[in-house]
C-alpha cells in the first residue's frame, strides 16, 4: 500500500485510523469491481442451480400445476432402463475419448516438439478446433454414411473387402463414430496446450538428462512426463467434464431419439427439458450429471497428488 | 525431480544416419496425421460440388461430375444465411465486449484489492466452473420465458458474459503487472478507477486480446443455447441454420448440404489463417491456466 504507513501497534493513533478508512473504502471499491460478474453469477448460475434443486422434487410441465413429489423424479430416473443406458453412454464416450485424444496429442505434442515446420503443422491440426460443431458433425455424417454412400465403407469394402458396421445406425458402434469424431475435433486443441508444456521445460534439464546417460524414452518418463505433468491433469479435467458435457455432435450427427445407442446423459436431460416438458424429471437428470461430474474431479484432484509433479 | 542416475561411459550422440531416418519417420506420420485431420474439409467441398443424382452412384463417385457450383447459391438462397452471419457476429462481438470488461473489473478486484473473504470468493468462482450448462438450462429458460427473453438474442447476450474462466485468466494477467506502476500512479493522486483504467487494463492487452478470441469463437459456434432459446427463422444464428438445413436436406441433397457447411466454415477458416499465431497462443496460454 504506497501512501499508507503500516499502522503502529496501538489502535487509535492516526495512521491506523487512515489505514482502517482506506481499507474500508478498499471494500467498497471491491464491490464495484466485483458487481457485475457477481451479480450475474447469482443470476443466471446460483439462482438457476437452486432452482433445478427445487425442480427435481417437483412434477411440472411448465403451465399446468405444481406438486411436491420428493424422491420420485430421483428413484425414476435412476430405475429407468433409458436413463441407465444413458449413463453407460456417457462412462463409455469420456473411456473412449479422453485416454485415446489425449495420448494421441501428447505423441503429436512431441513429434513437434523436435521438427522443423511446427507452425504449418499446428494449424493444419487445429483447424477442427476453429470449425463449428455443427459443421463437423455435418462433414463426418457424409463420411460415415451407410454402404456404399458413405467414403469411409465404400472405400473399406471395397478396398479391404470388410463389412463394415453401420457406424451411426448401430447402437453398439454410435458411441464410437461419435467417440472418433470428438477426437478429431478436439486433438488440435490439445496438442497446441502440450506444445506450449513441452516449451516450459528448460533445454538445460533434458540436456543433462542426457548427459547422464539418459536415452530417449528415459528421458521422456523421467523428464519430460513429470515436468508436464501439471498440464497433463489440467487438459485431464478439461477433457472429463466436456465430454461429460457433450451435447452438439450428438445431436446432429446422430438423433438419440432414433438410435438409443447415442443417447447419453446431456440427452436425456434436453429429450425431457424440452422435448417432453417433464421439467422435475429433466432436472433431477441434471443434478445427477452434476453428481457424477463432482465425484469424477474429486478422484482425479485426489489421485493428482501422487501422479502430478508440481515442482519447478 | 527425478534423479536421472549417471551411467559411466554416458553413449555417444547417435550416429546421424538413424537420426536422420527417424527425422524423416516423424514427417512421414505428422504429415499423415495431417491428411487425416484435412481429410474431412476436402470431402466436405468436394460433395458440396456434387448433384443430388450423384449420391446414388454406385460405386461412389470421389470427384465431382460434372461439377455443380450452383449448390452454393442455392444453399445460400434457400435459407437466411447473410441475416445469420450477421445475428451471429454482432452477438459474438457483444459477448466480447462485456465478458472482457466485466471479468477484466472482477480480475482487478481479485488481484489487487484486499477484502474479506477474497479468496473464498474466488473459490466458489472457479467451483461454479464444474456446474454443467445443462443443468441450470431449464430453469434458466423458464426465468428467460418469464422476462419474454425466449426467441429473441438477449437469452444469448445477457447471460453469456457471466464467466468465471475469463475472471481466473485475466487475473493471472493482472497479477504480472508490476505493482510499482500502480503505486506510482496513486502518488500522482490516481484512484482505483483510473488505475484499472489507465495502468492495468493497457499492461494487460495481450491477455485481453487471447480471451477476446477465445470468447468469440466461443460464442461463434455455440450451439446448445441458440438451439434452445431461438425460434424464429430470421433470428437464428449460423450453426443453427446449417443443422435445420441439414436437418432438411441432409439424407436427400449431401451436396447441398454440405455446400450449406462449407459456406459457414470458410469464413471462420479465414480468419484462422490470417491470425493463427496469435489464435494457437492465446490457446495455449488459456490451457496452461494463463501460466
Known amino acids: 500500500m504506497g501512501v499508507v504507513t503500516p499502522a503502529r501497534p496501538t489502535t487509535g493513533t492516526r495512521p491506523a485510523r487512515a489505514a482502517e478508512r482506506v481499507r474500508n473504502r478498499d471494500g467498497w471499491w471491491a464491490a464495484l469491481f466485483l458487481a457485475p460478474q457477481v451479480l450475474g453469477l447469482l443470476a443466471f448460475l446460483v439462482f438457476p442451480l437452486g432452482f433445478a434443486i427445487v425442480l427435481a422434487f417437483m412434477r411440472w410441465d411448465g403451465l399446468g400445476e405444481k406438486s411436491w413429489v420428493g424422491f420420485d423424479n430421483f428413484a425414476a430416473q435412476l430405475t429407468d432402463p433409458e436413463f441407465g443406458t444413458a449413463v453407460w453412454n456417457t462412462v463409455k464416450l469420456a473411456l473412449l475419448t479422453v485416454p485415446v485424444g489425449l495420448t494421441l496429442a501428447l505423441l503429436v505434442a512431441l513429434a513437434l516438439n523436435n521438427v522443423r515446420g511446427k507452425t504449418f503443422y499446428r494449424v493444419v491440426y487445429f483447424l477442427p478446433v476453429v470449425t463449428s460443431s455443427v459443421a463437423v458433425a455435418v462433414m463426418w455424417q457424409v463420411i460415415l454414411a451407410s454402404g456404399d454412400y458413405g467414403v469411409l465403407n465404400s472405400t473399406l469394402h471395397r478396398w479391404f473387402g470388410v463389412t463394415p458396421p453401420d457406424w451411426l445406425d448401430d447402437p453398439g458402434w454410435v458411441i464410437v463414430a461419435i467417440a472418433v469424431v470428438t477426437i478429431w475435433s478436439s486433438l488440435g486443441l490439445n496438442v497446441v496446450i502440450f506444445l506450449a508444456g513441452l516449451q516450459t521445460i528448460p533445454p538445460s534439464l533434458t540436456e543433462a538428462a542426457r548427459i547422464d546417460g539418459a536415452g530417449p524414452v528415459r528421458v521422456l518418463r523421467s523428464v519430460t512426463l513429470p515436468m508436464i505433468s501439471p498440464t497433463i491433469f489440467f487438459s485431464t479435467v478439461v477433457a472429463v467434464i466436456s465430454s461429460f458435457q457433450a451435447f452438439d455432435q450428438i445431436y446432429v450427427l446422430v438423433n438419440p431419439d432414433h438410435n438409443e445407442g447415442a443417447r447419453t446423459i446431456v440427452y436425456q436431460v434436453y429429450d425431457l427439458g424440452f422435448q417432453k416438458f417433464e421439467f422435475g424429471m429433466s432436472s433431477a437428470a441434471a443434478l445427477i450429471l452434476l453428481a457424477l461430474t463432482l465425484i469424477v474431479t474429486f478422484v482425479q484432484f485426489a489421485a493428482q497428488k501422487r501422479l502430478v509433479h508440481y515442482d519447478s | ?291
Open chain 2, 1 to 291: 525431480m527425478a534423479v536421472i542416475p549417471a551411467s559411466p561411459g554416458s553413449r555417444r550422440l547417435a550416429s546421424p544416419g538413424p537420426r536422420r531416418l527417424g527425422r524423416i519417420g516423424l514427417h512421414a506420420a505428422l504429415a499423415a496425421g495431417g491428411l487425416l485431420m484435412l481429410f474431412p474439409f476436402v470431402w466436405m467441398l468436394l460433395t458440396s460440388f456434387k448433384g443430388a443424382h450423384q449420391m446414388l452412384n454406385t460405386p461412389l463417385d470421389w470427384l465431382p461430375n460434372p461439377w455443380r457450383a450452383q449448390n452454393y447459391p442455392d444453399a445460400f438462397g434457400a435459407l437466411p444465411f447473410a441475416q445469420a452471419y450477421w445475428n451471429s457476429f454482432y452477438i459474438a462481438v457483444l459477448n466480447v465486449v462485456l465478458t472482457l470488461f466485466t471479468s477484466a473489473m472482477a480480475a482487478y478486484a481479485f488481484a489487487r484489492i484486499r477484502f474479506r473473504g477474497s479468496g473464498l470468493l474466488f473459490g466458489l468462482f472457479l467451483a461454479t466452473q464444474m456446474v454443467p450448462q445443462q443443468v441450470t438450462v431449464v430453469p434458466l429458460y423458464l426465468m428467460l420465458a418469464e422476462l419474454g427473453w425466449v426467441d429473441s438474442h438477449l437469452a444469448l447476450i445477457v447471460p453469456g458474459f457471466v464467466n468465471p474462466f475469463a475472471v481466473f485468466l485475466l487475473r493471472q494477467f493482472i497479477r504480472a503487472v508490476p505493482i510499482e506502476l500502480e503505486e506510482a500512479a496513486r502518488l500522482d493522486g490516481a484512484g482505483r478507477w483510473t488505475i484499472f483504467w489507465r495502468i492495468v487494463l493497457p499492461n494487460v492487452r495481450p491477455g485481453l486480446g487471447a480471451l477476446g478470441i477465445i470468447v468469440f469463437l466461443a460464442s461463434w459456434n455455440s450451439f446448445f443455447f441458440p438451439l434452445i432459446f431461438l425460434n424464429s427463422p430470421e433470428l437464428a444464428t449460423v450453426p443453427l441454420l446449417v443443422s435445420q438445413f441439414a436437418g432438411q436436406h441432409g439424407a436427400t441433397d449431401y451436396g447441398l448440404t454440405l455446400a450449406a457447411s462449407a459456406i459457414s466454415v470458410i469464413p471462420m477458416m479465414i480468419a484462422f489463417l490470417i491470425g493463427q499465431r496469435r489464435i494457437l497462443n492465446s490457446m495455449a496460454m488459456s490451457g496452461l491456466g494463463g501460466r
